[in-house]
């Protein structure tokens, strides 16, 4: 068995795989679909099952971890790796050559150091258990605007297209590399998040950032490096270029 130092000791290596998805909601669900049709060897974790994938992830090439819960980033100056996880209390380290974090929090792209702003916010009295309505936005090579969905602002880097255009920038979090984002937490505005949160976006969001993920541990690329013609090809193929 290999091991890695991490966290103070030698963790043992789980497993290798080609893209690790983090959070099985829409983004997510459909990040781990898209990649594994894509041919890459993906791995799913989300410590509370998942309510966009109850069930049949196997039977779409996706293999999951049960019972683990992700504990930090595996990180190599400001490449992320993979992350740390603990399973039936023992720490492990699961590798990746791409890591999507599609958790509405973010929590690995934070502790891997991407940068950003709190949510707005404020208790309204005692309702335990719950969760924020409005999540971290990252800061990435792009932020969408509010002002961009309403103009309809066409960019050349697109990665979603729809109502809408959301560029590459959006999913790729500034100043680290190797992780790619998707879903709620992705580098936006206060007030585009009221309209990209929606599902529907987010299991777009997925299936592109997906087939990024692919393509980059294919082609051994990070993800700012990909060709733009190469990766709009192939979503187009996918049919991710309709106007919807």
Known sequence: MEFIRELGQDLPILRKVDVLVLGAGPAGAAAAAAAAAEGAETLLLEHAGGASAPDGPECAGIARLPDAAVCAPVMHGRLVRGVVVRRQGALQAVLAGVTIDCTPQGTTAA??????????????????????????????????????????????????????????????????????????????????????????????????????????????????????????????????????
């Open 111 to 244: 502790c891997a150091g991407a940068e950003f702003i709190e949510a707005h916010g404020e208790s309204a009295g005692p309702a335990p258990p719950y969760g924020p309505r409005e999540v971290r936005h990252f800061r990435g090579a792009y932020t969408l605007t509010e002002r961009d969905i309403r103009t309809k602002r066409i960019f050349e880097d697109w990665a979603v297209k729809g109502d809408y255009m959301i560029p590459l920038g959006c999913f790729i979090p500034a100043e680290i590399d190797g992780l790619l984002l998707a879903g709620e937490n992705i580098s936006g505005t206060h007030e585009a998040y009221a309209v990209y949160r929606d599902p529907a976006v987010c299991v777009k969001m997925g299936v592109s950032v997906g087939i990024i993920a692919a393509i980059c541990a294919r082609e051994r690329l990070l993800p700012g490096k990909i060709p733009l013609d190469l990766l709009q090809d192939r979503l187009e193929a996918a049919g991710l270029a309709r106007c919807s």
